[in-house]
């Protein structure tokens, strides 16, 4: 069975600090693929980013980067120079990969991040 | 282009009664998917449709049901209402993976928050 697991519920930063979020997934699939969402009080889940298992390489998109480690089954997420808008619920999510079919996501509990002015 | 819409965005309903829920995929996107966000159990995953067929199912009860039509729209309906039926209910798309080394990201929309009394 697919696990993800965000150990942080809450985080509470000053603007301009970096802040990690952690993520741990288990699975037993070799091919998989994970997800980072964000969910702003509106209630939408916004799109982040979506990583193959087979690509381990990190990935910077302006102030976020995200690090994939196998090894440690992680995939963490970095906000650098936090902001305001920034402030949400993030979630980390695992799907296996399957051909001709979409596969459900496992989410994590997600992690509350507040921002300070 | 328009993105995933979901109507209504608020429900109240009294225990015992059933609803209807709509979800109208982003144009091209043949794949709807449904999830449950609730405080205590956090985002689960319903059921996905593609084609009109039921592809996967979560572990919910058979009194939560779906359908998908030919142009992709999507319904989910919800017998007998229970007060734990309260929840965010969130509508995915997608398109369709041809083979496992190309999986596309979900696309959400704002969710229907059904509220039991």
């Known amino acids: 069975a697919q696990k993800v697991t965000q150990a942080q519920t809450e985080i509470s930063v000053v603007e301009k600090e970096d802040v990690t979020l952690d993520c741990v997934y288990e699975?037993?699939?070799?091919?998989?693929?994970l997800f980072w969402y964000k969910q702003p009080p509106s209630g939408e889940l916004v799109f982040l980013i979506r990583?193959?298992?087979?690509?381990?390489q990190n990935e910077i998109s302006g102030r976020y980067s995200w690090n994939f480690q196998k090894s440690t089954s992680s995939f963490n997420f970095t906000i650098t120079a936090s902001q305001v808008v920034d402030s949400a619920v993030y979630f980390c999510?695992?799907?296996?990969?399957?051909?001709?079919?979409?596969?459900?996501?496992?989410f994590g509990k997600g992690i509350t991040l507040s921002v300070r002015p | 282009k328009a993105g995933v819409t979901q109507t209504p965005r608020y429900l109240i309903k009294t225990r015992g009664q059933q609803v209807t829920l709509s979800c109208s995929p982003i144009?091209?996107?043949?794949?709807v998917s449904w999830y449950q966000q609730t405080p205590g159990q956090g985002l689960q995953f319903l059921f996905e449709?593609?084609?009109?067929?039921?592809?996967n199912k979560g572990n919910f009860p058979g009194r939560f049901s779906g359908r998908q039509f030919s142009n992709s729209r999507s319904e989910m309906n919800v017998s007998t209402l229970e007060l734990g039926d309260s929840a965010l209910y969130l509508c995915?798309?997608?398109?369709?993976?041809?083979?496992?080394?190309?999986?596309?990201?979900?696309?959400f929309g704002s969710g229907t928050r059904l509220t039991v009394v």
């Open positions: 995915a798309s997608s398109l369709v993976p041809l083979n496992r080394d190309r999986v596309y990201g979900y696309t």
């Open positions: 699975t037993r699939d070799t091919t998989y693929y």
């Open positions: 990583r193959n298992s087979f690509d381990e």
């Open positions: 999510a695992l799907s296996e990969a399957k051909s001709g079919a979409n596969s459900k996501l496992t």
């Open positions: 144009s091209g996107h043949r794949s």
């Open positions: 449709y593609f084609s009109e067929t039921q592809r």
